[in-house]
């Protein structure tokens, strides 16, 4: 038993060792001729489990070069002739009469990578498809892709645009009788595929159909990019300038603190005398020269007393910016005794702001460190 045993082991090793019945598949998709002395590339239903492939003709590093003649034979047909291409191969594709000049990169799922040329420097390139059991056609076109020359930007969208207006016109010209959509992307490198066989992602793209004189559906990710880290340089740039004139206003008006309306309300006595820096809306006006006043912060609070005003202090659609010395806790004009006492303060200088809450004098302070509301401030 042991004896068979080892007999039959050998006989397996025996055999797996032996070169198979079928045609090897070469490299991605290459198929090796009868003969083994040269590939062809196989579409993907021309499985070398089913079909042998005969060759003659030119072959240079091992693929099909040059004039030469593919026949694809079926094996469970008693190796009838499926599919006969004759003429001109490139690269071990099977050029199927197309007027290609450069090289072709098949890659799976059909597809081939065909440089046609240059348009306005940039790279043209045709990614064109088959059928899964035919050879390449070159108008059947899944996409244009266009490698920039360098010195071109990818965010340059007027030229952008303007290289795939010429490539869908370089396309159409090519192949005059395509009615599809034509996508078209932008690379900034040269476009080969990757490890999974996949092409890299265009950085821009749009869609065009046979008649379009403009591109549409278009989008360009390093535009975006562009747009983004413009808004942002320009933000910090308005962050730096409100900054500027917060402490700019604060230096001149020799502000000690910058405090709420809530802080003032519980204890008016801690800067009474001193020099503080508010930011407030109109209530009402009391008197010519008085007038209730709220927080335009975030925040809604007991309102206070502002004296020293005009009637033509901002109305109460605007934040104000304000710089007043506290006073002491006053009842209003003509209220009795029965009303209670509000915090005072007495106008010093005020700035109309632009935006609610004053944003366009405090964006630049993201926490409470930046401002620390009701302490000692040092403007800078």
């Known amino acids: 038993m042991r004896t068979r045993t080892l007999l039959l082991h050998a006989i397996l090793l025996t055999l797996a060792s032996l ?6 598949a070469g490299e991605h998709g290459y198929v090796s001729a009868e003969d083994g002395r040269c590939s062809v590339w196989a579409p993907s239903r021309l499985k070398p489990e089913e079909y042998a492939l005969r060759y ?3 072959c240079k590093n091992g693929r099909a070069e040059g004039k030469g003649k593919a026949e694809w034979l079926y094996r469970y047909a008693e190796m009838k002739v499926k599919s006969r291409w004759e003429g001109e191969f490139r690269n071990g594709v099977f050029l199927n009469g197309s007027d290609i000049k450069g090289s072709i990169t098949p890659i799976p799922g059909d597809q081939y990578l065909i440089p046609m040329g ?3 420097g940039a790279d043209l390139l045709f ?10 056609e070159l108008c059947r076109t899944k996409s244009i892709r266009l490698v920039l020359p360098a010195g071109v930007s990818a965010a340059d969208e007027d030229k952008v645009k303007s290289l795939m207006l010429e490539a869908h016109q370089r396309y159409r010209k090519t192949c005059p009788d395509t009615g599809r959509d034509l996508n078209l992307g932008i690379h900034t490198e040269a476009v080969l595929p990757q490890p999974n066989h996949m092409l890299p992602n265009p950085i821009a793209q749009a869609y065009m159909g046979p008649a379009a004189t403009q591109v549409e559906r278009y989008s360009n990710k390093a535009a975006d990019q562009a747009r983004q880290e413009q808004a942002r340089a320009e933000h910090e740039r308005q962050r730096e300038a409100s900054r500027q004139q917060f402490h700019d206003f604060s230096r001149r008006n020799n502000i000690q603190a910058w405090v709420t309306l809530q802080q003032l309300d519980e204890n008016p006595f801690r800067w009474e005398g001193q020099t503080v820096g508010v930011v407030v809306r109109l209530e009402r006006m ?3 020269d008085r007038a209730l006043i709220r927080s335009a912060l975030r925040d809604r609070f007991a309102p206070v007393q502002l004296t020293g005003i005009t009637p033509n202090f901002p109305g109460s659609q605007n934040s104000v910016l304000l710089a007043a010395t506290v006073g002491k806790r006053e009842p209003l004009p003509d209220s009795g005794d029965k009303n209670p006492t509000l915090a005072t303060l007495h106008h010093l200088a005020s700035r109309t702001c632009d935006k609610p809450h004053c944003d366009d004098w405090l964006m630049w302070a993201r926490s409470d460190q930046d401002i620390p ?8």
Request: aromatic fraction near 10%.
């Open 19 to 24: 070169p198979s019945p079928y045609a090897q």
């Open 127 to 136: 990614i064109s498809t088959s059928e899964q059991d035919g050879p390449l």
């Open 56 to 58: 003659t003709g030119g």
């Open 118 to 120: 240059k348009v306005n």
């Open 373 to 380: 509301w009701g302490e000692p401030f040092k403007a800078r």
């Open 286 to 288: 009391l008197t010519r």
